[in-house]
């Protein structure tokens, strides 16, 4: 039993470095819509993100019930991720709108 639950720590290490390394890109996916007109919400690559997770899940013969939590989590995910992308889109504008601005008298 140690040896399987080695194995679960190893993977669940493996998937929080994977999800740090998207954490990465979708830092830098905020920076390049900076210079687009491309808001942090693309429902057509949410839903594109979605499909693509569940059916990998299905290739690898998970059954629905999980295929189902596997989007769900992903969903949840890309919540977040709209949701960071969304203040620093709004942080970046604010710095733009108001360059140099000082609260002095």
């Known amino acids: 039993m140690s040896q399987v639950r080695s194995e679960i720590d190893r993977i669940d ?3 929080v470095d994977l999800i740090a390394e998207r954490y990465g890109y979708v830092d830098r996916a905020w920076q390049l819509k900076m210079t687009t007109r491309e808001g942090a919400v693309v429902q057509w690559r949410i839903q594109q993100v979605i499909d693509r997770v569940k059916a990998r899940a299905a290739e690898k013969d998970m059954p629905p019930e ?3 939590m596997v989007g769900a989590q992903w969903r949840n995910m890309i919540g977040w991720f709209v949701q ?14 108001k360059p140099g601005a000082s609260g002095g008298s």
């Open 66 to 68: 999980m295929i189902e």
């Open 13 to 15: 290490n493996a998937l």
């Open 84 to 97: 960071y992308e969304e203040e620093k889109l709004r942080q970046a504008q604010e710095s733009v709108e």
